[in-house]
């Protein structure tokens, strides 16, 4: 009740400072929006696009389709209302759109048929459908849905009277991912792959194995699907050897085509039915390993790797309608990248600045969608703006929308810079990003907040952040950066981290510190640190390493590795990727990297942030660091945010809270009153 009591003054307070603010204020969330799943239709003359925005009324994010010419006239809602509207999904022949929508509770299929302009729910189902995908013939819709398996009895309780109120029975846990971030304690599911009728109806189940499937998409005669799924006998303890199957969608007999030890996923056939384009890599149990672009030839012969010397993870595969070549994303050096290649391997570069689909912090995460004619719709992202929409045809872009200029065009931001610098470990070059607060003046002295990613194979880049824009607005100068394990610079840059981190990653985030320092504005007596997930591992890190800093927050981390290996939701993959073996046989290398073993050494004041919820980086790793730091006698506090998981900003409310937490943090903490930001 009481985080309950401050949240509701926070928003209050900002709500009503916002109304006369010409700078970004925590309260402005609320009013953001941005563009995601752009698809654009078969001819090429129109593109749905799913808006995303917050309503302050329910504190939810929600989302709505709208359309807009290609040429950027005609753009309108298809939808509206306080529910989520997403997945479009055009027909070959784009005479309708299939969708998802919750705008009766829970998500069913709805279908538009776009000349007349009217809506139809198609759907009854009791799970959420996932990824949907139309057969070349128009006829079906091909989707993935969870399917319970049988529970496991425990029966250890007698009958009780008739009338009785007893205790809620015991429960029985027997699988090995038995929780997920975000879903809390798991069924015995799988999801499986179901066919629905271009008509509407129920859906028709055609695979039941016990595994997931995955990337699906269909043969090129309608008759046959192609999927990803690992059906091996140790897959929960080997999460990434996947491998690419068909199943005829008569017989439902399934032909595995790949036998590779690693994953191979998102099968792409091509429209003449020839070529499969997949994604993958020879796994070698290493932390990062960069995803690789293959064609086989539809019957599962004649493997091989192609773009090789593009040493960036390959995403999104689009078939060229000529079946000629492929279009796909990539991040390099923190942005993200449309491309072509032929199938020899020859790339052609399309367009850049494909924006992110968050607002919070700058991470990757664009898309595209391509048409008959080649043109590529995409969401188009700077440091300026949250995502939009633009089109290109590989000859110049075209930006077709602005859903935030209502907010944008009258609030300043802080101007973003970018920066490369040596590591003071051993030279090698890294790269940042400064971020100034609106006007910013060189003569004055401002503090410096070091904001770090987490992953921490993740990048940051030249993409909006909401957070950081709003830590500029509040009188600091914000440096993120792309430390050593940073993907979107090769293979070999994200294992330099490789058993080995937090580990040399240190020095480049102080060197970054040490970079800005040297333009002159910054007071060198008011550096302070944060970071989530992994950059919460790295401030945790930082404070057991230099006492440089005033004050720092410590969101979402992991502090002890052995605890998080054990306890987090995926049991199979980090003892096995992350570190050289089990943690009771490796007990020194998992001590010798976890920030716990610094504690003795802090003496900065230090914060904890943590969803209550959160099942990646449980929050039992905070409550052993607040502990710890608490017997050290350094002063620290915990928050708490009630119901949130690892993406604590699912609710647009906790993205303030835990914006205005870190600020209040550091102001308390400042040298004196008049420096404060």
Not at 118 to 125: D, F, H, I, R
Not at 268 to 291: C, E, F, M, N, R
Not at 302 to 324: A, P
Not at 561 to 585: I, M, R
Request: with cysteine.
């Amino acid at each position: 009740m009481r985080i309950l009591i401050i949240l509701v003054a926070v928003l209050y307070c900002s709500l009503m400072f916002a109304q006369s603010s010409d700078v970004l204020e925590p309260i402005d969330i609320f009013d953001m929006e941005f563009v995601g799943d752009p698809q654009i239709s078969p001819d090429g003359s129109k593109i749905v696009y799913v808006r995303n925005f917050k309503d302050i009324m329910t504190d939810g994010n929600r989302s709505n389709l709208w359309i807009i010419n290609s040429d950027g006239t005609g753009h309108m809602p298809l939808t509206s209302g306080s529910q989520n509207d997403y997945a479009p999904r055009w027909s070959p022949d784009g005479q309708r759109l299939a969708y998802i929508s919750t705008i009766d509770g829970a998500p069913q299929v709805y279908m538009r048929w776009m000349k007349e302009g009217m809506s139809a729910k198609v759907t009854n189902l009791q799970k959420s459908p996932g990824q949907m995908t139309w057969s070349p013939d128009g006829k079906w819709i091909a989707m993935t849905m969870s399917v319970a398996e049988k529970a496991s009895t425990h029966d250890v309780l007698p009958t009780k009277p008739e009338g009785a109120k007893w205790a809620d029975a015991p429960i029985y846990i027997d699988q090995v991912n038995y929780r997920g971030d975000g879903a809390g304690y798991l069924d015995v599911s799988f999801d499986q792959i179901f066919l629905l009728s271009a008509d509407g109806g129920t859906p028709r189940q055609i695979t039941s194995d016990p595994h997931d499937h995955f990337g699906i998409d269909w043969g090129h005669d309608s008759k046959s699907i192609f999927y990803a799924s690992n059906h091996h006998p140790n897959w929960e303890f080997e999460p990434q050897n996947s491998e690419i199957h068909q199943i005829d969608i008569n017989s439902k007999r399934i032909k595995t085509l790949t036998d590779r030890y690693g994953p191979d996923a998102s099968p792409k056939v091509s429209p003449d039915g020839k070529t499969i384009a997949y994604l993958g890599a020879d796994d070698k149990h290493l932390g990062y390993q960069v995803t690789k672009l293959y064609l086989m030839n539809t019957d599962g012969s004649n493997s091989r790797m192609i773009c090789d010397e593009l040493d960036r993870d390959i995403e999104n595969i689009h078939w060229s309608s000529d079946s000629r070549s492929i279009f796909f994303q990539y991040d390099t050096e923190g942005n993200t990248h449309i491309a072509n290649t032929d199938l020899s391997g020859r790339i052609t570069e399309i367009t850049k600045d494909v924006g992110g689909l968050s607002l919070g912090r700058p991470y990757s995460g664009g898309t595209f969608s391509i048409s008959n004619n080649d043109k590529v719709a995409y969401t188009y992202g700077t440091p300026e703006h949250p995502s939009d929409l633009s089109i290109t045809d590989g000859n110049g872009d075209k930006r077709l929308t602005s859903v935030n200029a209502d907010l944008l065009d009258y609030k300043m931001i802080g101007k973003v810079e970018e920066i490369w610098y040596p590591s003071s470990h051993d030279g090698k070059m890294i790269q940042g990003w400064i971020v100034k607060p609106p006007n910013f003046d060189p003569n004055k002295k401002y503090p410096l907040m070091l904001e770090i990613h987490g992953g921490p194979f993740a990048n940051y880049g030249s993409r909006f952040s909401a957070e950081v824009q709003l830590f500029a607005s509040k009188g600091y100068v914000v440096l993120y950066t792309n430390p050593r394990g940073s993907t979107s610079y090769g293979q070999d840059f994200g294992n330099l981290i490789h058993h080995n981190y937090p580990g040399e990653d240190y020095d480049d985030l102080i060197s970054g510190v040490d970079k800005v320092i040297e333009q002159g504005y910054i007071d060198e007596d008011q550096l302070y640190v944060t970071g989530g997930s992994g950059g919460g591992v790295l401030t945790a890190w930082i404070v057991g390493n230099t006492e440089r800093f005033r004050a720092a927050v410590v969101a979402k981390p992991v502090i002890n590795w052995y605890s998080f290996v054990l306890y987090s939701d995926n049991l199979g993959f980090f003892s096995k990727y992350w570190f050289p073996g089990k943690p009771w046989d490796n007990v020194e290398h998992y001590m010798k990297r976890s920030p716990i073993s610094l504690v003795g050494n802090v003496t900065t004041p230090t914060m904890l942030l943590t969803g209550e919820q959160d099942w990646r980086t449980p929050i039992s790793e905070s409550e052993q660091y607040y502990a710890a730091l608490k017997l050290e006698g350094v002063e620290t506090a915990m928050v708490r945010i009630p119901g949130a998981s690892h993406g604590i900003a699912s609710k647009p409310s906790n993205l303030i809270a835990k914006v205005n937490s870190i600020i209040k943090w550091f102001k308390d903490h400042a040298e004196d009153e008049e420096i404060k930001p």
